[in-house]
């Protein structure tokens, strides 16, 4: 097999949640430059009908549903619409996530279960959903969980996000333990660690903290819109199906130093 066939992805099928902006629509223009059909699920369907538009715009196939992942009774309805629609599913990418900010004394018991529902519970409920319509039943399959270089580390110290900190920490080695499970059904699973990267989520976040980032990282820099593609296409493709389990910082190089 030539390195391009490694990295085709023609005719797969993706499932991006969190996937109507942000990063999540910048890996789903990824996937689908590499031959994907898509689908994108998010909350608001006014924002999934402008992902829409846009892939659609560039010749991409693409299915939205709009659901609330928080919402475990969703899941089972969203992956049926998908299987519907296009057969199966290839490829999960678990990017939809939510984060509160509140030093950790007076952390709200509803931010908390706000964030680990979104951030931990709905990634194995939809994991265990589609890898029993899906992928074991194949004996094949590639989730990416998006974690955080947060979940690789312990906050700074002005930085009050303890249960964002502790979900990501909680998908990477939920990215391991899955692996270790999983592999004997040749799924692969293994996670993204994003760094600093502008997001409606972490516009705020970034004011305060960005000029210090940059200094610190090696690279002198924070994430683009284009960062993140290569690392999903690599970790949804063949190219690496001898990679499982792992987390992969894309940070500019902070979390090394």
């Not at 928080?70 to 999960?92: M, N, R, W, Y």
Request: with cysteine; net charge neutral; aromatic share 6%.
């Amino acid at each position: 097999m030539g390195v391009k066939e490694l990295f085709s992805l023609e005719g797969r099928v993706a499932l991006v949640t969190g996937g109507s902006r942000g990063l999540g629509l910048q890996m789903a223009e990824a996937l689908g430059e590499m031959g994907c059909k898509l689908a994108l699920t998010a909350r608001k369907a006014d924002e999934l009908a402008t992902a829409k538009a846009h892939l659609e715009q560039l010749g991409y196939e693409v299915l939205t549903i709009a659901c609330d992942l928080a919402k475990s009774e969703q899941i089972p309805g969203l992956v049926e619409q998908v299987v519907q629609a296009f057969g199966t599913i290839d490829i999960l990418v678990n990017n939809a996530g939510a984060t509160w900010g509140a030093p950790a004394e007076d952390y709200p018991d509803e931010a908390w279960r706000k964030v680990l529902g979104l951030n931990v519970d709905s990634v194995f409920f939809l994991s265990r959903e589609v890898a029993r319509r899906c992928m074991i039943p194949k004996n094949a399959g590639k989730i990416i969980n998006i974690a955080s270089v947060a979940g690789l580390r312990g906050s700074a110290t002005n930085i009050s996000t303890i249960a964002y900190h502790t979900s990501k920490g909680a998908a990477v080695n939920f990215t391991r333990a899955l692996a270790s499970e999983w592999g004997k059904y040749n799924i692969n699973v293994n996670a993204i660690c994003p760094g600093f990267f502008p997001s409606r989520m972490s516009a705020g976040l970034l004011e305060k903290v960005a000029e210090g980032v940059i200094a610190r990282a090696p690279l002198h820099r924070i994430g683009g819109d284009e960062d993140l593609k290569g690392a999903v296409v690599f970790l949804a493709s063949e190219a690496s199906r001898h990679i499982t389990g792992q987390a992969l910082a894309v940070d500019g190089g902070i979390s090394a130093v």
